[in-house]
């Protein structure tokens, strides 16, 4: 008799027996599955729930480790499953051997989708399960979105500059549904949705978090952000930037009327059974309007703590701090650094039935189940210190403020902390411990704030190294000497270090870099310190007494992601600065 799933990811260790109970609970609550449940809980990652399945249902596992998720190029199994069937249904092709046909697949209970597959090629079908992240990345490698797709769209000839607010009205694709399907392309479209569908498309598929587009007296620029840089890409026609933002303002419910003043909007792409979310900014400026693109990808959110870039130290702390009772959490760092993600994962990890959880955002980046999440709206005076009053009368256990900006929200979380709540929020401040000072400012009163704040954490994001053209790579004395130094590391470990440096392929877009992993400085409140913030304030001292409870600063996290050989020293120069810089 075949073994449950539950039975098998006990059995290889992954769950235990309260953890089932948990996953039982939580799939039932949400209506979803228990696999799926057992991702979304971190107690899994996808690959080992993937595996146990294979195991559950007696049916090989593929990926790109075991070298069986990949695609034979050379039997042209683009034809006998075409690209648009096997995204709407998650299966890839991956040999042909005489008359059987060898695919992965997500869902191997889909039977209907088995003989469909059997039907349509006239073969025997030989299935394997694979995880969902690994088949979308064989999918795109195997029918290779093409990434000549946008310099092809840019350079069709346009239409009369006449035309362009008809053609960008006019277009039947424009889904009343209120998203952009990307898989349902009109060949019939406009050369202008041809280019915005085309910008989109490349832009998802290099990993962009931003799409901007200007004009200048003389040129046209695009380009896209790529792991916090930006680069270049090839541009529209001067003629057609009109028609474009016209198409963006129109797929956003914006005013295409109006080019005087700034608007924001947003709208949702559905591409490759999943949804994306483009947040829109239009600003005037001197040579036309300046278009800016965010791009909310919830499948490349990495929700899961033990894959954020915590040293397990500061991992240990950070969580420690967020099991407590009641008290205040401050995360620190700068626009675009991750820190929503991190307070997001960790409330994923911490979430329990027993208690209430709510948090205010301006805006809501992340829907997670079972939280009440709210989206601050100042115009009608919903702020935060409003909304936060009113969470009160919520009972709450655990709030999320978005971020701490007046004096006024900072009274109301020392005001939640102090009634038994446990409040995490966001500062802009360039060290963890910059935020006491600031808070101080604020107006909280320095004995309040030594006994609520239970801990204050600083990230930022490293580019990590592509996997497939780094290079080995080995640093000069001084730099040696100063990584041992920065990062209280010692010389005796060396031989378990390794260097390297970035090069750039056609897999990583010739950036030489695949991603990013925050680096972070994380300090639990002392009693040494507590005392500090009760008497003088003293930022020089709250740095010593964190260095004597053994805390790493973000340059020395750096470090150690360094001599892993997951990024280069000049990245972590770039971003972190030393008390002695």
């Avoid at 069937?85 to 209970?109: C, G, I, K, Q, Y």
């Avoid at 600031?438 to 190294?465: C, K, N, T, W, Y």
């Amino acid at each position: 008799m075949a073994k449950q799933l539950d039975e098998i990811l006990m059995d290889q260790g992954t769950l235990t027996a309260d953890q089932v109970k948990q996953v039982q609970l939580y799939a039932k609550q949400n209506n979803i599955l228990f696999a799926e449940s057992v991702v979304k809980l971190g107690f899994a990652s996808e690959e080992q729930v993937t595996i146990a399945l294979s195991k559950h249902f007696a049916m090989p596992y593929a990926s790109k480790e075991n070298g069986i998720l990949v695609p034979e190029k050379e039997q042209n199994l683009q034809k006998i499953i075409p690209e648009k069937f096997a995204r709407e249904n998650m299966v890839v092709p991956l040999f042909l051997e005489e008359d059987v046909l060898a695919v992965a697949l997500l869902d191997p209970t889909n039977l209907f989708l088995l003989e469909n597959i059997k039907m349509m090629s006239g073969k025997q079908v030989q299935p394997f399960i694979a995880s969902k992240s690994q088949l979308l990345n064989a999918m795109d490698s195997f029918y290779a979105s093409s990434s000549n797709l946008l310099e092809e769209v840019m350079n069709e000839s346009v239409k009369p500059q006449a035309d362009i607010a008809a053609t960008a009205e006019s277009d039947e694709d424009i889904e009343v549904s209120g998203f952009l399907d990307l898989d349902k392309v009109s060949p019939n479209s406009s050369t202008y949705v041809k280019q915005v569908n085309a910008i989109l498309r490349q832009a998802i598929a290099e990993r962009t978090s931003d799409i901007h587009l200007e004009m200048f007296d003389e040129r046209v620029s695009l380009r896209f952000r790529i792991d916090g840089s930006l680069y270049e890409r090839t541009p529209p026609a001067k003629e057609s930037v009109n028609a474009i933002i016209s198409r963006i303002k129109i797929l956003s419910k914006l005013d295409i009327a109006e080019k005087r003043l700034p608007q924001d909007g947003s709208f949702t792409i559905r591409y490759q059974n999943r949804s994306i979310e483009v947040r829109v900014s239009v600003c005037p400026a001197v040579f036309g309007e300046k278009l800016v693109l965010r791009i909310l990808d919830k499948g490349t959110g990495e929700m899961n703590v033990d894959k954020l870039g915590f040293e397990p130290e500061q991992k240990k702390a950070f969580l420690e701090a967020a099991n407590l009772p009641h008290g205040l959490i401050f995360l620190t760092g700068p626009t675009g650094s991750g820190k929503s993600t991190t307070l997001n994962a960790v409330l994923t990890t911490i979430r329990t039935p027993e208690l209430n959880f709510m948090t205010l955002e301006d805006p809501v980046e992340y829907k997670l189940a079972g939280i009440s999440q709210v989206q601050v709206k100042p115009a009608i005076g919903l702020t935060f210190a409003a909304g936060l009053r009113s969470f009160l009368r919520q009972d709450p256990d655990v709030i999320l403020v978005g971020e701490v900006r007046d004096n006024e929200t900072a009274e109301a979380c020392l005001k939640a902390a102090l009634t038994g709540h446990l409040v995490l929020s966001t500062l802009h401040t360039n060290e963890a411990l910059g935020a006491i000072p600031r808070l101080i400012d604020m107006g909280m009163e320095p004995f309040l704030l030594a006994s609520s704040l239970a801990l204050v954490a600083a990230q930022r994001l490293v580019r990590i190294l592509c996997p497939y053209c780094k290079v080995p790579h080995i640093p000069d004395p001084a730099t040696l000497n100063r990584i041992v130094k920065e990062g209280h590391l010692s010389l005796r470990d060396q031989n378990s270090w390794t260097f390297f440096k970035s090069v750039g392929c056609p897999k990583c877009f010739g950036t030489g870099f695949m991603g990013r992993r925050a680096i972070y400085e994380v300090f639990r409140m002392s009693e040494e310190m507590r005392n500090i913030i009760y008497k003088t304030q003293d930022l020089v001292a709250l740095k010593q007494a964190a260095i004597r409870s053994g805390s790493l600063n973000l340059r020395a996290n750096g470090w150690r992601k360094v001599v892993r050989g997951q990024t280069t020293v000049d990245e972590i120069l770039s971003i972190t600065t030393s008390d002695d810089d």
